[in-house]
C-alpha cells in the first residue's frame, strides 16, 4: 500500500532505509527539525541543518522515488538558550521559500519550562507572520499530559492560530482528545518500546476514529524503526479494517493536512518523471 511517513529524521538513517521504505509503499515523507543529540553551538550550526534538509535529503530521496517534504525551527531542548534560539528564528525566514518547506517545526515543549515557552511563542508568533503550518512535538516524560495541555493553551491563546493548519504529534491515549476536541490535526508515534506500538494505535483509531488523525515512525538517531507504519498497515489489516480506512490514515490524511501549505507540490507516484538521482554518497 502507498503510504507517506509524516514524520522520520532522514538524516540519522542510511540510504539503505530510503530504500526498504520505498519498497514498503512509502511516497513521500516530512522530515521535522530535531534535536541532533547535541547542543549547536551558533546559528551557523542551524543554517547548514537547514541547507541539508532543503538540498541534499530531497536529492537522497528521489532517488528512491520518495518525495521528501521538511519543517524548520529550533527545537524545545535547545530553546534553553533564548538568545541562541533568536538567532535562529531570525535566520529561519532565508529557507521558508524552498519547495519542499512545509512550516515551522516541530516546535514544542521537552521539560515544560518558562524559556521553552517563550521560544515556542516566539515561533507560533513566526509561523502566523508568515502564514506557515505548524507542527508540535509533545513531551515524552511523564509531564506529556501537563505538557501537551500548556501547548494547547499557547496555541488558543494567540486568536491568529486556525486549529486546522496545526498537528500535534506524539499523542497517546490520554493526550488524543486534548488535541483534537480543539480541531487540530494529531499524529501518533509508533515506537518499538516507548510512545505508541502499531497495537495501540490500532486501539487509539478503533476508540477515537480515524478523522484528522495520522501515524509515523519518527525514526532518528535512537531506537526506532523506519518501517513503523508499514508494521500499522499489517495490524489494522490483521483486525480487518478495510484498506480504504488504513489508507485514510497513512495517505489520504496526511495529504490533506499538507495541501494546506501553498508551496505543496505533491506528485503522486504513478506519475512520477524526471527523477533527479542523488550525488553517491
Ligand atoms: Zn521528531
Keep these: 500500500m502507498d503510504y507517506i511517513d509524516p514524520h522520520v529524521h532522514m538524516v540519522s538513517r542510511v540510504t539503505d532505509d530510503y530504500e526498504r521504505m520505498a519498497r514498503m509503499g512509502c511516497v513521500a515523507i516530512s522530515e521535522p527539525a530535531f534535536w541532533a543529540g547535541f547542543d549547536r553551538g551558533s546559528v551557523d550550526g542551524f543554517r547548514d541543518y537547514f541547507r541539508q534538509l532543503t ?28 538568545s541562541l534560539a533568536r538567532e535562529v528564528i531570525a535566520m529561519i525566514p532565508e529557507f521558508l521559500g524552498k519547495p519542499n518547506v512545509l512550516g515551522i517545526g516541530e516546535i514544542g515543549l521537552n521539560k515544560n519550562t518558562l524559556n521553552e515557552a517563550t521560544v515556542f511563542r516566539e515561533q507560533v508568533d513566526l509561523a502566523m507572520k508568515t502564514n506557515e503550518l505548524i507542527l508540535i512535538h509533545t513531551p515524552h516524560l511523564q509531564d506529556k499530559y501537563k ?81 513503523a507504519v508499514p508494521d500499522f498497515v499489517m495490524e489494522m489489516r490483521r483486525r480487518g479494517h478495510a484498506d480504504s480506512r488504513i489508507r485514510k490514515i497513512v495517505y489520504e490524511n496526511p495529504l490533506e493536512f499538507f495541501r494546506q501549505c501553498r508551496n505543496f507540490r505533491y506528485t503522486p507516484p504513478d506519475t512520477l518523471r524526471d527523477l533527479t538521482p542523488a550525488d553517491p554518497v
Excluded at 525551527?73 to 535547545?78: L, P
Design 55 to 82: 538540498d541534499f535529503e530531497p536529492r537522497r530521496a528521489a532517488a528512491v522515488g520518495i518525495q521528501h517534504y521538511t519543517w524548520l525551527c529550533i527545537n524545545a531542548k535547545e530553546a534553553e538558550n533564548v
Design 147 to 227: 505538557g501537551t495541555r500548556m501547548i494547547v493553551d499557547m496555541l488558543l491563546d494567540d486568536r491568529r492560530v486556525d486549529p486546522a493548519r496545526v498537528l500535534i504529534d506524539h499523542v497517546e491515549e490520554h493526550t488524543v482528545r486534548v488535541a483534537r476536541d480543539h480541531g487540530f490535526w494529531c499524529a501518533m508515534t509508533l515506537y518499538p518500546t516507548t510512545k505508541c506500538t502499531p497495537s495501540r494505535a490500532a486501539d487509539i483509531i478503533e476508540q477515537y476514529g480515524d478523522d484528522r488523525i495520522m501515524v509515523n515512525s519518527a525514526g532518528d538517531w535512537g531506537p526506532s524503526n523506519p518501517l
